[in-house]
C-alpha cells in the first residue's frame, strides 16, 4: 500500500498493480510502517491520529488522538507493533501508549519512561520494548491492563532519539543507536550479551537474520552485516 504522501492511504494488488481500495481521510502525511493487526491497517500521521483501517476494503475502523496536542507529538513516525488486543505506540511525547486494537480507545498511557518512537514486541508477544531518550531499554508485559515493567537496563549509550525499531529474533534482542553502537540483550532480563561499535553515523532498524547475525543499515546508505564475533562487511 502506499501512506499519506498525498493525503490518502491506497492498498495494491502486488501482483498485477490494480488499486484495490483508497483512503481520502488523512489532513497530514505519514511516515511510517504501518502494522497488520486482526485484519486491520493501522498507522499514525503527522495530523495527530492513529488510523485503523479494514484491511480488505479500506473503511475506517476507529481513529485515536494523541492527547498531546501539536504536529510535532503527532505518532507520525512511529512504528506500532500489536498484541494481546493492544496496539501499542512511543510517540514523541514521550508516552508509552497502549490502546485497544477493536475499539480504539486507550487502555493506559504513561511517562513513567522517557521514550520516544522506538519500539519492538517480543517473538512471544509477551513482552513490548522501548527505548528512552537517555541510556535504557526497558520492557513492558503486553498482558498488563496497566503498565507493568518487567525490566529495565541502563545501556549507557547516551541521548538517543531516532526512529530505530528494537527486533527480537531468535531469543536476542537487537537495537541499534544514534551513535552507532549496536546493542544485542537478553530478551528476558535484559542483559546485554555484547555490543559492537560500527561507523560514526545513525543506526537505522536493523534486520536479524538469526539471533547472533544481523544486517544493519545506517544513514550514509551502507549495510553492515555484523556477528556476535564483529563487524564482517
Keep these: 500500500g502506499e501512506l499519506g504522501v498525498r493525503g490518502f492511504v491506497a492498498a495494491f494488488d502486488v ?33 495527530g491520529f492513529m488510523y485503523a483501517l ?17 504536529s510535532v507529538l503527532a505518532p507520525g513516525q512511529v512504528w506500532p507493533v500489536g498484541a494481546n488486543n ?11 501508549t497502549a490502546i485497544d486494537a477493536t475499539l480504539g480507545t486507550t487502555v493506559w498511557r504513561t511517562n513513567t519512561w522517557t521514550v520516544r518512537e522506538t519500539v519492538g514486541l517480543s517473538e512471544d508477544q509477551a513482552r513490548v520494548y522501548a527505548r528512552t531518550t537517555a541510556n535504557n531499554f526497558v520492557a513492558v508485559s503486553s498482558l498488563a491492563s496497566q ?5 529495565l537496563t541502563n545501556a549507557g549509550f547516551g541521548t538517543d532519539f531516532s526512529a530505530a525499531q528494537m527486533v527480537e529474533k531468535n531469543g536476542t534482542l537487537f537495537y541499534g543507536t544514534m551513535q552507532a ?42 549495510i553492515w552485516w555484523v556477528t556476535r564475533f564483529g563487524r564482517v562487511g
Design 15 to 47: 501482483n498485477t498493480g490494480k488499486t484495490l481500495w483508497t483512503y481520502a481521510g488523512l489532513s497530514a502525511f505519514v511516515q511510517t510502517r504501518p502494522l497488520i493487526y486482526q485484519g486491520k491497517v493501522i498507522f499514525g500521521a503527522w495530523d
Design 54 to 70: 479494514d484491511e480488505t476494503n479500506g473503511q475506517l475502523q476507529w481513529k485515536w488522538q494523541n492527547p498531546s496536542a501539536g
Design 86 to 96: 493492544k496496539v501499542f505506540i512511543a510517540a514523541p511525547d514521550n508516552r508509552l
Design 147 to 151: 503498565p507493568q515493567q518487567l525490566w
Design 181 to 222: 553502537v549496536l546493542f544485542a540483550l537478553n530478551p528476558l532480563t535484559g542483559a546485554i550479551k555484547w555490543q559492537y561499535k560500527l561507523c560514526p553515523t545513525v543506526l537505522r532498524t536493523v534486520v536479524p537474520l538469526s539471533g547472533s547475525r544481523v544486517l544493519v543499515p545506517d544513514y550514509d546508505g551502507r
